[in-house]
């Protein structure tokens, strides 16, 4: 090999282009028979090598993502902010430029469910993939059964150095599910191990505050969030469910309004029916002498001379009209008649 051959060659293993250095024979051949400039010489060369490590990275991501066992496809580009507005766009967008992951930083996703705090821990782990980083996603409980596992047969510290060369693991759905005092000394076990080694993205539904009751110990929980949060952005998912947006039970129900009442006028209550006045009382009679005292005791008091005979008292709320004489009545003759049945007779 010539001198500037061999120059050549160890300049494309120094660059790791090793697609340029395949290609260069054939493309500076091409370039003398074809009287190219040096400029389109060297463009040629560096895209050849460029559209290699496309198609490298392009395969290469797609197993990381495989590998990675994401329970979806999401993307940074999916993801509707103008349904979240509890986050700053350009904060999230900073995070997909994996700053946090040469950093050996963590990621922590707090808010309520339904408000895409798995779509961006997807997003950004596929991100990581395409970047050339190994990726593994489980949730909580199944980092938990790993570990158990690996506890049982003897090998837990193989297996969280097994875990810590793995440049980002994604623990999905931390409050959830409650965990035994055995469960929360795993899961610590696994964040202190990658305390300031690796990063960690890390969701959750419940505050902070409320981490001693998931995992029993408050101690335990003090401690993990402690090294978890040391050296982490934290960002905190606020609103509804968007899994419920088009639906009414992401609404609160509407309030109720009163139908307006009827203003129709209504007819007044019939009048209660007109009663006649009482007949005028008899005048006083005379003044009597001292009592009769041949009558016997329970005969009816003797009529004063020149009193007219008393007549029966007029029904009230009828207006009855007297016969004449002679003739049958067809009411109540209060002057000259009395009762036969329910006939008055007038004599």
């Not at 029966?312 to 002679?326: C, D, E, I, L, M």
């Amino acid at each position: 090999m010539s001198g500037p051959a061999s120059e050549l060659a160890h300049l494309f293993r120094a660059l790791k282009a090793p697609a340029a250095a395949r290609a260069l024979p054939k493309l500076a051949d091409r370039a003398r028979s074809e009287e190219w400039s040096y400029e389109q010489f060297a463009a040629t060369l560096l895209k050849t090598e460029t559209d290699s490590r496309d198609s490298h990275e392009s395969h290469g991501g797609q197993a990381r993502i495989k590998a990675a066992r994401f329970p979806a496809r999401k993307t940074l580009e999916e993801f509707d902010f103008a349904f979240q507005r509890s986050l700053k766009k350009t904060d999230v967008l900073h995070l997909g430029q994996l700053d946090f992951l040469h950093g050996k930083e963590n990621v922590v996703l707090l808010g309520p469910p339904g408000t895409g705090k798995t779509h961006l821990a997807i997003a950004l782990g596929i991100r990581a993939c395409l970047a050339g980083h190994r990726v593994l996603f489980k949730t909580a409980t199944e980092w938990v059964a790993l570990l158990a596992d690996a506890q049982r047969h003897e090998r837990l510290d193989q297996e969280l150095d097994r875990l810590q060369r793995i440049p980002l693991l994604v623990c999905d759905e931390v409050g959830y599910i409650p965990f035994d005092p055995q469960a929360a000394n795993l899961m610590f076990m696994l964040v202190s191990r990658r305390y300031e080694r690796a990063s960690l993205i890390v969701t959750s539904n419940k505050p902070f505050s409320a981490w001693g009751e998931i995992f029993g110990d408050e101690v335990t929980a003090t401690a993990m969030i402690d090294r978890l949060v040391h050296h982490a952005d934290i960002l905190s998912l606020k609103g509804d469910s968007y899994r419920l947006k088009d639906r009414d039970l992401a609404r609160p129900p509407a309030a109720k309004t009163r139908e307006p009442a009827d203003r129709t006028p209504r007819p007044p209550p019939p009048r209660p029916a007109e009663r006649l006045p009482r007949a005028p009382s008899s005048p006083p009679s005379p003044k009597q002498g001292p009592p009769d005292r041949s009558r016997p005791a329970n005969a009816a008091p003797a009529r004063p001379t020149g009193t007219p005979p008393r007549r029966p008292p007029t029904p009230q709320g009828v207006n009855f009209q007297p016969a004449q004489r002679g003739q049958l009545s067809t009411g109540l003759d209060t002057e000259h008649g009395w009762v036969l049945g329910r006939l008055w007779f007038s004599c």
